[in-house]
């Protein structure tokens, strides 16, 4: 069984991905469509693709390729906590740091902690946060550090001097996993699909969502994306709590099909569980 | 009456800027935050802003400046068709060309024609179209091309070579127009607003689609963005066709205000004629 996840090794992808396999059965790609064709084609059992982050929404990519290009199913979900940790060679002190690498996005996500523990270093761009930090920790320059996850640090011999840096301790990112089948029921699932309503009626995305209110279905996320054809004309996703072949969902699935011009079921997967993650992230605080 | 867009001259945000303005009254900036600032503080009238496009589909930053840091009202809508031109300095022939430059995004969508017509050819990337053009216009190379925009052409005293060299003839940018106050009703309006459901209550945002289905109130758009507290948290934000001052609009927006947990609405507009623009784009073709 091997886990393609995108590379390079040290980044939030690959946590994702060990939360499926151990490390020796992992697999790098260098994009999300190589992801996909890796299963496609059998180079691997499945893949670990980012869907949605708690700050930044939806990654679009991922949810073309599943409305547009590939008939792999979502076979489990998975989230993790984005944690950041500043990293330099080993020897190398807070005092000594001149310079911090980093991929932007991370720049953007700790700036209090830049702001407060280094204030005026230099920032300069990366390509990835692995990248960075593998740079940083084969460096003999002795002024350098880099933001990147603890994983990376461990991959590539870097010494952390500070764990936790990211200004928003709730950030998740949510991941699917892509097979050729989906998961059997276990009696805790969710079901994904996308679909497009016949013509512009009024009224026509009410009445399907309405056939999962009477079947108290609970949605837990719906999303539109352009189907690509004329501006207005969108793609529908919807999340809901249960399995496909649950009595109740096959129901409303079978209702819906005559109302949609398309309807496409990404799977039924496990429920992955988002409250044991929040409580460990953020004890005792509701956010809202 | 000034209206403030995402610059430099020659991109797309300014050629729907010059939809409600001319040039000697538009004034620009360098990011979606100025613009909202530039309104905010009395610098302009109103500012431009891409809000979805009909491929790549909404622009976050966009949707997550009304939702979180601001109060202006989206007093206005416009298209502006996707279309890339050729653009060399005066003289430079198309057999002549060994480079071409854009910024990346220009390069996917035109890459049927650069497959044709100029295969083999340097691709180089550039930070903006207008910039590129503005380089390659001014360059006594003799063997640069760049993709931009006509308006970037002529304002910076470029020679077009081929016009409508994207691949999709149907690609439009929306964009919308925020000022300190929203638009008088017109009776051809649509109406845009934010919410968010009261807790996870099985078929709440179904209940508050049900009040407009009841209305027959044809809703346009739906979509969701992470209200940035815990994964799972969303706002929505739909526009509907009507005015906020129509007897039915006003009715629904009373009856969903208790359900939800936040309610801002966006204001009312005039709906931009798009089903002008497609026959002008598309003559006798329907996309679907």
């Known amino acids: 069984m091997t886990t393609a996840f ?3 090794p040290g980044t939030f992808s690959e946590e994702a991905a060990l939360l499926r396999a151990t490390s020796e059965n992992l697999v790098a790609f260098s994009s999300f469509p190589a992801l996909v064709s890796a299963v496609e084609t059998g180079l691997a059992d499945e893949a670990v693709l980012p869907i949605e982050n708690s700050i930044e929404g939806a990654v679009s990519t991922t949810l073309d390729l599943l409305i547009h290009e590939t008939a792999l199913r979502i076979a489990g979900e998975l989230a993790v906590p984005v944690r950041h940790f500043l990293i330099t060679a080993p020897g190398v002190r807070l005092a000594d740091v001149r310079v911090v690498t980093s991929h932007p996005q991370p720049f953007g996500q700790c700036r209090r902690f830049l702001d407060r523990c280094l204030p005026g270093v230099e920032q300069v761009a990366a390509l990835s946060t692995a990248g960075a930090v593998q740079e940083v920790a084969s460096s003999d320059d002795g002024h350098r ?3 990147g996850t603890a994983r990376a640090a461990e991959l590539y011999g870097g010494t952390i001097l500070a764990h936790d840096i990211q200004d928003v301790h709730t950030n998740v990112t949510r991941f699917v ?3 050729s089948e989906d998961a059997p029921p276990t009696g805790d699932d969710k079901t994904s699909l996308a679909f497009r309503v016949r013509e512009n009626v009024p009224g026509a995305l009410h009445d399907i969502l ?3 209110a009477v079947e108290t279905l609970q949605m837990t ?3 539109s994306r352009p189907s690509k054809g004329w501006l207005g004309d969108y793609v529908f996703l919807i999340d809901f709590e249960g399995h496909r072949r649950d009595e109740r969902v ?3 699935l079978d209702r ?3 109302r949609c011009s398309m309807l496409k079921i990404f799977g039924s997967y496990p429920r992955f569980p988002l409250d044991s993650l929040r409580a460990s992230i953020d004890p005792g605080q509701p956010i809202d």
Do not use: D, Q, T, W
Request: avoid cysteine; charged fraction near 30%; charge should be neutral.
């Open 256 to 258: 819906i099909r005559e």
């Open 221 to 223: 996320k719906i999303e």
């Open 210 to 212: 309405a056939e999962f």
């Open 145 to 147: 550090a880099a933001i």
């Open 6 to 8: 995108l590379g390079p």
């Open 177 to 179: 996993v892509l097979a």
């Open 250 to 252: 096959a129901r409303v």
